[in-house]
Structure formats: C-alpha cells, structure tokens
C-alpha cells in the first residue's frame, strides 16, 4: 500500500496541468484556437478568464478572420470596438447571422444614395437630402450577456436639406459640415449645415445628369452624362455667401458615371463608360487639372466603371459593368492591376465600399446582394440578400456592428451586433 501511494503521489507531481504553465506558455497554445474555444476555455477558471480577455490574444485571432472594421473615411461615432468584440462580429459576418429591418421606405422608385457619419445616415429622397439619427449600437456587457439597444432611426428635421429645386439628388458627399450634390437637371448643389447658406446653381452647371461629385477643402469635382468633367472653387465671401469659380472644364468622349478625389488631394480620377476605344479610369492632377495617365487597357466595350472607393493616398478600388473588382496602385503601375476579383452571378457591380484594412462590400444589380469580399482570398467571404426584391444596391454605409443598402423601394439594414 506504501508503494502504491508513493507511486500516485509522483505521478501528480509529473502531471501538470494547463492553469500551471507560464503565462507565455498559455499564449502560445492559445493562439491555435477559435473564438468558440476561446470563449469555453475563458469559463474554466479565473486564471485562463484574465488571460484570455487581453487583447494580445485576440490580435492573432484578428489576423486570421475577416474583420469588418470602421471605414477609415468615415467620421465613425463612439469609440472603436475592443479586439475581443470585433473577434465575435466577424464570426457572425463570415457566418452570415443577422437581423434584417427596413429603416427608410420610398414612395416612389428611386435611386438613393448614402453615407454614413459622425451616427447619422445621410440619404436621398427625390430633391431631398435627409438626415436620420441612428441609435448607439455599442453592446453593453450586463452579467455575463450581451445586451443592445434598440435599432430604430429618427429622422433630424434641422438636418433635412432641400438642394434642388428642379430635379432629383443623383449623388452627394457630405465632409466638414459641407454638402455637395449633383441633381438630375445637370446642377452642382452646395450647403453649409451650420450656415445653411447655399452656392447658385446657375454657376456650376452641366447639360445633363450630374453622375457623380466630390469635394476636398474647397475645390468641387463633377462628372455628368455630357462627358464632361468640370472643377470649380468654392470661395466664401466676407459677408458669409458662398460664391464658386470655374477652373477648368475637360472633354472625355465618354458619359462619366464615377469621379473620386484622393486622400491626399493630390489627383482625382474619372470613371467613363467605355464606349469608345480608350480606357474608363483617367488620372488628373487636380491643381494643374493636367492628365497623367490612364488605368488599365484592353477593356470590353462598354465596361463601364460605377464606382470608385479610395483605400489610401495611392490605392483604389473599382467596380462597374463587367462584374471585375479592381484593385490599382499608382506607385506601381497604371498599366496593370494589382489584384482583381470576379463577381460569381456575372452581376453588374454598381458600388464598392472598403474599410481600409483586408474587408470590402460590393453592391450587385440584381435580388439585392451584396458580397463581402476579403482582399487576402480569391473566393468571396460571404453574401447577403437584403431584401425579397430583385433590385439594384445603388449605394452602401456600414460600420463594425451594422450594413445600410440603398435599394430602389427604401434603405435596409443588416445588424450584426446579436
């Protein structure tokens, strides 16, 4: 009996268990588990709890998922999501775990347009441009759960801004308390939020639909279906008008459906519709408002370019009629891509939009998809049918925690914080 004991008691002293390892021992093997492991193993004891509620072990987690991070050119509301949090999101993007509502609903058939800052959801409506305030989508842990508040929109009527007078909104940029929008009678409409004083729309005006617009600090960009191009200055008076002055006014052959100022307002690029034989994607100067080169080459007739979404100062992607997303870096070559993905319906794409990291979400033509891609694989991540309507995604805002698609009959929204 003495041996047997003496026997037992030496086996438990060369077994050791896992909460008796060193902590960089613990991290390392922690770094080979999911987040349903992570989350079992943080219940076993209180030791391997604090251990795994650090951030350092979910960095490599984050490594490894498509995470959906904030838009980097998005004046984003609240503070940024832990590593942890952003860990359990992405299991329900990849998944595709959500619940759907529709927080706008349009009379009439439209073509909206969105954009997502600062917890407002700005968006068209005819000659419109509304204002809707979103509730705050942070989860709270309360006892071990988490808890949400509730996902319903209010609109702000002192944020509501009627641009045009004749014609619909086609296309805005919201930035610095600045609203500049193109309508459908060929105008460029500006709005200050704080002054709510306006520019004349006599002054910027194009003879057809105005596709696309951006602005930096003060200089104006359009693009219209008169395949112009026109930049313009806003200048503000003393006795605080806002007054514009033309620039320069380019000819491109082609109806222009995107333009796109870089970060760094640098240079702005155009998106045509190639129906001649030249290339959609120019690359301008935007102080000498001089040509410097031209993306890609030997593209299909009529391979129009959509949408164009700037990553950093010198990279971009593009979407458009012939389901290609494009991935272009301009320190590298204008000749060639960097990186392409096809879209599996043979579907038109009409909007991408990027986090600025590894994740972007384009908008299809038809059934109202949208597929989040991940720039590290070849194969989309995951797909999303926003609605039971076989309708265009005209345009898409989207945070950590929520995805707004801009449909012909209303704006929907995916919440992913369950």
Same mark, same amino acid.
């Given at each position: 009996?003495?041996?047997?004991?003496?026997?037992?008691?030496?086996?438990?002293?060369?077994?050791?268990?896992?909460?008796?390892?060193?902590?960089?021992?613990?991290?390392?093997?922690?770094?080979?588990?999911?987040?349903?492991?992570?989350?079992?193993?943080?219940?076993?004891?209180?030791?391997?709890?604090?251990?795994?509620?650090?951030?350092?072990?979910?960095?490599?987690?984050?490594?490894?998922?498509?995470?959906?991070?904030?838009?980097?050119?998005?004046?984003?509301?609240?503070?940024?999501?832990?590593?942890?949090?952003?860990?359990?999101?992405?299991?329900?993007?990849?998944?595709?775990?959500?619940?759907?509502?529709?927080?706008?609903?349009?009379?009439?058939?439209?073509?909206?347009?969105?954009?997502?800052?600062?917890?407002?959801?700005?968006?068209?409506?005819?000659?419109?441009?509304?204002?809707?305030?979103?509730?705050?989508?942070?989860?709270?842990?309360?006892?071990?759960?988490?808890?949400?508040?509730?996902?319903?929109?209010?609109?702000?009527?002192?944020?509501?801004?009627?641009?045009?007078?004749?014609?619909?909104?086609?296309?805005?940029?919201?930035?610095?308390?600045?609203?500049?929008?193109?309508?459908?009678?060929?105008?460029?409409? $500006?709005? +200050?939020? @704080?002054?709510?004083?306006? *520019?004349?729309?006599?002054?910027?005006? &194009?003879?057809?639909?105005?596709? #696309? %617009?951006?602005?930096?600090?003060?200089?104006?960009?359009?693009?219209?279906?008169?395949?112009?191009?026109?930049?313009?200055?806003?200048?503000?008076?003393?006795?605080?008008?806002?007054?514009?002055?033309?620039?320069?006014?380019?000819?491109?052959?082609?109806?222009?459906?995107?333009? $796109?100022? +870089?970060? @760094?307002?640098?240079?702005? *690029?155009?998106?045509?519709?190639?129906? &001649?034989?030249?290339?959609?994607? #120019? %690359?301008?100067?935007?102080?000498?408002?001089?040509?410097?080169?031209?993306?890609?080459?030997?593209?299909?007739?009529?391979?129009?370019?959509?949408?164009?979404?700037?990553?950093?100062?010198?990279?971009?992607?593009?979407?458009?009629?012939?389901?290609?997303?494009?991935?272009?870096?301009?320190?590298?070559?204008?000749?060639?891509?960097?990186?392409?993905?096809?879209?599996?319906?043979?579907?038109?794409?009409?909007?991408?939009?990027?986090?600025?990291?590894?994740?972007?979400?384009?908008?299809?033509?038809?059934?109202?998809?949208?597929?989040?891609?991940?720039?590290?694989?070849?194969?989309?991540?995951?797909?999303?049918?926003?609605?039971?309507?076989?309708?265009?995604?005209?345009?898409?805002?989207?945070?950590?925690?929520?995805?707004?698609?801009?449909?012909?009959?209303?704006?929907?929204?995916?919440?992913?914080?369950?």
């Amino acid at each position: 009996m003495r041996r047997r004991k003496i026997s037992v008691e030496h086996e438990n002293k060369m077994t050791r268990k896992l909460v008796d390892l060193p902590d960089d021992v613990i991290y390392t093997l922690l770094k080979f588990c999911n987040v349903r492991t992570l989350g079992r193993l943080a219940q076993v004891c209180r030791r391997l709890s604090v251990l795994i509620s650090r951030d350092c072990v979910w960095l490599f987690l984050r490594c490894r998922l498509t995470c959906v991070h904030e838009p980097s050119s998005a004046e984003c509301y609240g503070n940024q999501l832990p590593v942890r949090e952003l860990c359990r999101l992405a299991q329900n993007w990849n998944r595709g775990c959500f619940k759907k509502s529709c927080v706008i609903c349009h009379r009439v058939k439209q073509m909206p347009w969105l954009q997502l800052n600062d917890g407002r959801l700005w968006s068209t409506n005819e000659n419109v441009v509304e204002c809707f305030l979103l509730p705050s989508q942070r989860l709270y842990c309360y006892e071990g759960k988490y808890r949400a508040t509730s996902h319903r929109i209010h609109r702000d009527g002192r944020k509501t801004v009627i641009l045009a007078r004749v014609g619909d909104v086609c296309h805005f940029v919201y930035r610095n308390n600045m609203i500049v929008a193109g309508t459908s009678q060929g105008c460029v409409c $500006a709005f +200050s939020t @704080d002054t709510g004083v306006s *520019v004349p729309r006599y002054l910027l005006c &194009h003879t057809s639909v105005v596709h #696309s %617009v951006d602005f930096t600090c003060d200089v104006i960009v359009s693009g219209s279906r008169d395949a112009t191009v026109k930049v313009s200055r806003l200048q503000l008076d003393d006795d605080s008008d806002i007054t514009s002055q033309v620039l320069g006014s380019m000819s491109l052959a082609d109806r222009v459906w995107s333009v $796109a100022i +870089s970060p @760094d307002n640098s240079y702005f *690029v155009c998106g045509t519709a190639a129906v &001649h034989q030249r290339s959609p994607l #120019s %690359v301008w100067q935007l102080d000498r408002i001089q040509q410097i080169g031209c993306l890609g080459h030997d593209y299909r007739h009529g391979a129009g370019v959509l949408d164009i979404e700037f990553d950093s100062a010198s990279m971009l992607l593009t979407c458009g009629y012939d389901t290609i997303i494009r991935l272009w870096d301009l320190r590298a070559s204008f000749s060639q891509c960097v990186s392409a993905w096809e879209e599996p319906f043979d579907s038109a794409l009409y909007c991408v939009r990027s986090d600025g990291c590894h994740a972007f979400l384009v908008g299809t033509s038809r059934h109202s998809l949208v597929r989040l891609w991940d720039k590290r694989h070849r194969r989309p991540v995951q797909m999303y049918y926003t609605a039971r309507a076989n309708s265009p995604v005209y345009s898409l805002a989207f945070d950590s925690q929520q995805l707004f698609c801009a449909l012909d009959t209303g704006v929907h929204c995916l919440n992913f914080s369950l």
